[in-house]
């Protein structure tokens, strides 16, 4: 299993970015995604999730509204579109695989029920 996140970079405030997990190794199109981030100094925290149809999303109350998870299970890929990010969304982004479509129907958010996780692109947002 592989997973590698990319589109991170230095933006200021207000500006988007999108983020893509590609994903190998593994039937992608069967499995339960995240995206997950940790800031220096905290706890890795629960950003989004996605089923593995695409068809349900959870997002953390923090970027409702500013953030969109989707995937492309023909390509592969995961991605995260942040808009209006702020200073307090400075983090490592990383991806993760989350449970197979056959154990489970509920997106999760929490850490324990991914099992993959993959490097992460830094996200730094200047104010």
């Not at 933006?11 to 190794?25: P, T, Y």
């Not at 593994?26 to 925290?45: I, V």
């Not at 990383?94 to 996200?123: L, N």
């Amino acid at each position: 299993v592989q997973l590698q996140a990319s589109g991170g970079g230095l933006v200021q405030a207000g500006d988007s970015l999108r983020l893509s997990c590609a994903a190998s190794g593994f039937t992608f199109s069967s499995y339960n995604m995240g995206w997950f981030r940790q800031a220096p100094g905290k706890e890795r925290e629960f950003v989004a999730g996605i089923s593995w149809t695409g068809g349900r999303t959870q997002y953390a109350d923090s970027v409702k509204g500013r953030f969109t998870i989707s995937r492309d299970n023909a390509k592969n890929t995961m991605y995260l579109q942040m808009n209006s990010l702020g200073p307090e969304d400075t983090a490592v982004y990383s991806c993760a695989r989350g449970r197979p479509r056959w154990t489970t129907t509920a997106v999760a958010s929490q850490d324990g029920e991914y099992d993959y996780w993959g490097q992460g692109t830094q996200v730094t947002v200047s104010s």
